[in-house]
């Protein structure tokens, strides 16, 4: 009974980090879809989203039982209660990338990112997937520092949002109705990639030492 | 040793019904802040976010300690897990107050809301008012019933999103590039409100009857 109930509780590690590959292809795929208007690309993100759905379902509702039906302590205890968090983090960054793929289909054949805005979604693009994909190594590797050192990166996502909005409002600067919703959209939805990922690294740090970080120095997502 | 316990757990459940209190006025507050542009009520949203943050942080670590010290069982568990979930999701409501009130501090002594879209955000924010509060009163009252029907209120505010979308970008609409900015974020901010209200409501379903609303009917938040 105990080793069945071990072999549960490393099961749903190896789901999380399952779940967060499946997030990284979402968002390399959504940012493709968006950078390069490939409709095809947009379309299956918005159709593998239903996997990730029924992933954090199922997911919820066995944590949820494994707490319910066991009595989880100490570490066991961490892991089950920081699953619950992580795979809710994982699926809205999965409904992000839908929302970013659904901003990209709206505008096929078109592109729903200015040619001016080009560099700035790339580079936003990349931070998105470097921090999920550091996100999930921490899963994998149960690495307290690597999640440590995601917080860093966050900070550039607010550099280069702040600066897509002065671009946006810079004197003679002339883009549509349409491309001032889509900038602004697009940027909090990438912004908001890298506040899930340092979510998820707040549970992995809390999953190996027992302290949740917080303070100044961590971004509270 | 148990009375303390239960007694702590009565007192979790309170100071969720006082942290979802917090989160009204702020939703109530920010939107004045927004609607009749009163820098006053925008700085002291801003301000007294701080109180969400710190109410956010304690209970989060009270919870996790009485996790990791008594062995929870059955409704006790349910609590507890369910708490964090809550506090965080209100946290998250506080915070989208801030940046309703940070847009409102930005535009004055102007308004962030052009004209033609008062009655809009000003419906949003009765909406978004209204679902908080019956969040909260499920929770004053542990009443399941009044959580399911939370969920009806949520569609209205996806219809006044989408109509927003499309009063913008009427042909002959002539929006600046800030007031589509700010338009386009203000909506998507009064709809997170709703959505983290019904994911509150969902945990409430989930204390009092152990099981975790979800499916079509369910918006999952």
Known sequence: MRTSYHEELDSILDRLVTMAELVEVAIKEGSASLLDADLTRAETVITNDG??????????????????????????????????????????????????????????????????????????????IEIVGRARAALQNRDAEEALRLAEIDERMDVLRHAQFTQLLAPG?????????????????????????????????????????????????
């Open 173 to 221: 600067a002339e883009y549509s109705t349409e491309q001032a919703i889509d900038v602004a959209l697009l940027g909090r939805y990438f912004e908001r990639f890298a506040d899930h990922a340092v979510a998820v690294a707040r549970r992995v740090i809390y999953i190996m030492t027992g302290e949740v970080p917080e303070g100044e120095d961590w971004p509270n997502a």
């Open 51 to 128: 996997e990730l759905d029924a992933m954090h379902e199922e997911m919820e509702y066995k944590c949820l039982s494994l707490l319910a039906l066991q009595a989880p302590v100490a570490g066991e205890l961490r892991i089950i209660v920081s699953a619950i968090r992580v795979v809710f983090e994982l699926a809205r960054m999965g409904d992000l990338a839908v929302h970013v793929a659904k901003i990209a289909r709206l505008r096929y054949p078109g592109s729903a990112v200015p040619a001016s805005f080009e560099d700035s979604f790339r580079e936003m693009s990349e931070i998105s």
